[in-house]
């Protein structure tokens, strides 16, 4: 009997690997539509509050306010050794470059049902564009 267990993904996406009654790990490692210029929308999960922290690489963590038509983003990239938490509630997506990965903990079953999209307009596209590019030039 193997009294440690050990996990890893090597695939590109999204790999909710460790599962458990109350919570699960994921890894997301880069994929083309988790690209800056591939995403288009944010979604949100109001069951959960969502964990990151980089495993390597280059991501930015997007967060975004939305009032009525109004998108307010607030994006930070991340850090080795520093935990980042997006609360329940809150507009969110994760832009990584290639070979990036980043280690996701939240609410088990998060990735089945707890989640809705918000789709972005050319204009706010554009602004995050632009900002997570500037984040990612740094």
Request: aromatic share 10%.
């Amino acid at each position: 009997m193997e009294l440690i267990e050990k996990y890893s993904y090597n695939g590109s996406g999204y790999d909710p690997f460790l599962i458990s009654d109350n919570w699960q790990i994921a890894i997301l490692n880069y994929a083309e539509a988790d690209n800056i210029d591939s995403i288009y929308n944010l979604d949100i999960h109001h069951e959960t509050d969502e964990a990151f922290m980089l495993i390597q690489g280059d991501i930015v963590l997007i967060s975004a306010s939305i009032e009525g038509t109004d998108v307010s983003f607030e994006n930070v990239k991340l850090e080795p050794g520093i935990v980042y938490n997006i609360p329940k509630n809150v507009w969110h997506k994760v832009a990584t470059t290639p070979g990036s990965s980043v280690l996701i903990i939240e609410k088990a079953n998060t990735h089945l049902d707890d989640f809705e999209f918000h789709d972005l307009n050319e204009k706010q596209i554009a602004e995050l564009r632009k900002d997570v590019k500037s984040k990612l030039n740094k």
